[in-house]
């Protein structure tokens, strides 16, 4: 089934095409518009834009001719979905892997809850575990936006993701702004996804993640904890999971001397309020 009611956005980033394909071809069963929007150097964006819109004539390609951060990335495929009309948009990554019998899925439990219960904006399909079918969709405080769809409006009363955070807390930025504005977000117990491309390096069980990912996590952490989004008792769980971080990331990780500078270039920006791309 096509759902012409939906958009699509896959931010992209130096993609893989061979797992963009499989993507494409996934989406092309169930979705009527995808929405490329391309991170990448200006240097790659003709070769992925000649790739990606041969893909399907589905596809939109849109280049921000920089790595303009995945919020603004997002945010401007979403004013695409809202010029076009749309009623609801689906976030993925450019290797996430999911079936259309998932897609459609997710849409049919989201219109099955949007019916129950008005107040809800969002549902996410779940990276953590299996399917179970006989599970309904559960409330949750936060999802991250890779295979979650939300409902367009909710971003015409609760604002667009902040671009300022360029990457991390992004996404669970704007579902504690929605928490706080009285709505619900879901995560579905019945469908799942992957991603296609490569094994990440795992220190403890946990990925790790390059150096400067640190900068955007403590000052993006820093400003939350400000700006009071969540109640005392989250704040407390975040900041030991903060500290948690930090021991993993100096303690366990390779190139501690590095991340540390990066976790301390973070909190003092933070503290300043220094928003947008990390200054190098």
Same mark, same amino acid.
């Given at each position: 089934?096509?759902?012409?009611?939906?958009?699509?956005?896959?931010?992209?980033?130096?993609?893989?095409?061979?797992?963009?394909?499989?993507?494409?071809?996934?989406?092309?069963?169930?979705?009527?518009?995808?929405?490329?929007?391309?991170?990448?150097?200006? #240097? %790659?964006?003709?070769?992925?834009?000649?790739? +990606?819109?041969? @893909?399907?004539? $589905?596809?939109?390609? !849109?280049?921000?001719?920089?790595?303009?951060?995945?919020?603004?990335?997002?945010?401007?495929?979403?004013?695409?979905?809202?010029?076009?009309?749309?009623?609801?948009?689906?976030?993925?990554?450019?290797?996430?892997?999911?079936?259309?019998?998932?897609?459609?899925?997710?849409?049919?439990?989201?219109?099955?809850?949007?019916?129950?219960?008005?107040?809800?904006?969002?549902?996410?399909?779940?990276?953590?575990?299996? #399917? %179970?079918?006989?599970?309904?969709?559960?409330? +949750?405080?936060? @999802?991250?936006? $890779?295979?979650?769809? !939300?409902?367009?409006?909710?971003?015409?009363?609760?604002?667009?993701?902040?671009?300022?955070?360029?990457?991390?807390?992004?996404?669970?930025?704007?579902?504690?702004?929605?928490?706080?504005?009285?709505?619900?977000?879901?995560?579905?117990?019945?469908?799942?996804?992957?991603?296609?491309?490569?094994?990440?390096?795992?220190?403890?069980?946990?990925?790790?993640?390059?150096?400067?990912?640190?900068?955007?996590?403590?000052?993006?952490?820093?400003?939350?904890?400000?700006?009071?989004?969540?109640?005392?008792?989250?704040?407390?769980?975040?900041?030991?999971?903060?500290?948690?971080?930090?021991?993993?990331?100096?303690?366990?990780?390779?190139?501690?001397?590095?991340?540390?500078?990066?976790?301390?270039?973070?909190?003092?920006?933070?503290?300043?309020?220094?928003?947008?791309?990390?200054?190098?």
């Amino acid at each position: 089934m096509v759902h012409n009611d939906t958009g699509c956005i896959v931010v992209l980033f130096k993609p893989d095409y061979r797992a963009l394909a499989i993507l494409v071809k996934r989406l092309n069963n169930c979705m009527s518009t995808i929405l490329m929007i391309d991170n990448s150097p200006q #240097e %790659d964006s003709v070769s992925n834009q000649h790739f +990606v819109e041969s @893909l399907s004539p $589905s596809v939109k390609y !849109i280049s921000m001719r920089m790595n303009a951060g995945i919020a603004a990335a997002q945010n401007k495929g979403i004013l695409e979905c809202l010029k076009s009309g749309f009623k609801y948009v689906l976030f993925l990554d450019q290797d996430s892997f999911m079936t259309d019998v998932n897609l459609n899925k997710l849409y049919s439990e989201f219109q099955q809850i949007t019916i129950k219960d008005h107040t809800a904006v969002c549902i996410g399909a779940n990276p953590q575990t299996g #399917e %179970d079918i006989n599970k309904k969709p559960v409330k +949750v405080k936060e @999802l991250i936006s $890779s295979g979650s769809m !939300i409902k367009l409006s909710a971003f015409e009363f609760l604002g667009m993701f902040r671009d300022d955070f360029f990457i991390d807390f992004v996404d669970y930025e704007w579902c504690w702004r929605a928490r706080k504005a009285q709505k619900t977000i879901y995560i579905s117990q019945s469908v799942s996804f992957s991603h296609q491309v490569g094994n990440p390096p795992r220190r403890m069980g946990r990925i790790v993640s390059a150096p400067f990912r640190n900068y955007y996590f403590f000052r993006n952490f820093w400003i939350i904890l400000k700006e009071n989004l969540i109640p005392e008792k989250e704040k407390r769980k975040l900041i030991l999971y903060a500290i948690k971080h930090i021991v993993f990331e100096v303690g366990i990780c390779p190139q501690r001397f590095k991340r540390f500078h990066y976790i301390y270039r973070g909190i003092t920006d933070g503290a300043r309020n220094r928003m947008g791309q990390m200054i190098l």
